[in-house]
């Protein structure tokens, strides 16, 4: 479930003033640079993670800040608002740090770890660790990924008796683009054991459970995007929460 929005916004003029203040030589303007920052805001109808609702099925503002070295290493923040509750409260923050690179026959890997945390919550401890990879590569058009996370036992992935548990995740992605035209189509297939299971999340005790997308997004105008889903999950359908839905989102990348 990947610092508040005053936070990336502060973090995004610091970068823009560290950037600002390096002299902008001759020499340098066509050098390769070792570091790059990216980062998006965005504004979706629906917070779905793994096809579950972290919204109550209401819009959530998002954004995210990343700076890659040219050795491939980075580290990340994202940030998303949350339906309020005790546990996880109104803001959810992932802090990331990762690797990723080429390895051969087309292939890029992808790995590192993410934290994520609640600073609102004040019941329990939702914060938990995930270790992730994923191994990516073209086919003609199409864009191919699998990928996998772990959470280890631990405080913030419990039983409902709040014992210590362990969650998989394992995922599959293919994003194909519509050639002359700025349109992408993207699907999306996912498998949960665990106690992060959409069956489990909803009381019926099934540690097992998919998740499905399948979607477009375009580029319309400068760096703005906007893209659609039809997102679901398999178990129990909750109104706002795990029912299957339409999910619209408008980003800003820079």
């Known amino acids: 479930m990947q610092t508040s929005v005053r936070g990336l916004l502060a973090a995004c003029?610091?970068?823009?003033?560290?950037?600002?203040?390096?002299?902008?030589?001759?020499d340098d303007a066509d050098a390769p640079k070792a570091i790059t920052i990216t980062g998006n805001v965005a504004l979706t109808t629906d917070y779905r993670f793994r096809g579950v609702s972290l919204?109550?099925?209401?819009?959530?503002?998002?954004?995210g800040i990343t700076i890659t070295h040219e050795s491939g290493f980075y580290v990340s923040t994202w940030s998303s608002s949350l339906q309020q509750t005790d546990v996880y409260g109104s803001q959810e923050l992932d802090l990331i740090g990762g690797w990723s690179g080429n390895i051969g026959g087309g292939l890029k890997l992808d790995a590192g770890l993410l934290y994520y945390v609640y600073p609102s919550g004040h019941v329990g401890n939702g914060n938990y660790w995930e270790p992730y990879?994923?191994?990516?590569?073209?086919?003609?058009?199409?864009?191919?990924?699998v990928g996998m996370a772990y959470d280890w036992k631990q405080k913030g992935v419990t039983t409902y008796a709040g014992n210590?548990?362990?969650?998989?995740?394992?995922?599959?992605?293919?994003?194909?683009?519509?050639?002359?035209?700025?349109?992408?189509?993207?699907?999306?297939l996912g498998?949960?054991?665990?106690?992060l299971a959409p069956g489990y999340?909803?009381?019926?005790?099934?540690?097992?459970?998919w998740d499905y997308s399948i979607g477009a997004s375009a580029t319309v105008y400068g760096p703005l995007s906007i893209g659609v889903?039809?997102?679901?999950?398999?178990?129990?359908?909750?109104?706002?929460y795990t029912d299957d839905t339409v999910v619209g989102t408008l980003t800003a990348s820079f």
């Open 55 to 63: 919204s109550g099925g209401d819009p959530a503002i998002q954004g």
């Open 201 to 209: 999340l909803t009381g019926n005790g099934d540690k097992t459970g």
């Open 133 to 145: 990879a994923s191994v990516s590569g073209t086919v003609g058009p199409a864009s191919l990924k």
């Open 229 to 240: 889903s039809y997102i679901g999950v398999s178990g129990p359908s909750v109104d706002g």
């Open 164 to 188: 210590k548990a362990d969650n998989l995740y394992l995922y599959g992605n293919v994003d194909v683009a519509i050639p002359k035209t700025p349109l992408t189509v993207s699907g999306h």
């Open 13 to 26: 003029l610091l970068a823009g003033t560290a950037l600002a203040a390096t002299p902008a030589l001759a």
């Open 191 to 195: 498998y949960t054991d665990g106690t």
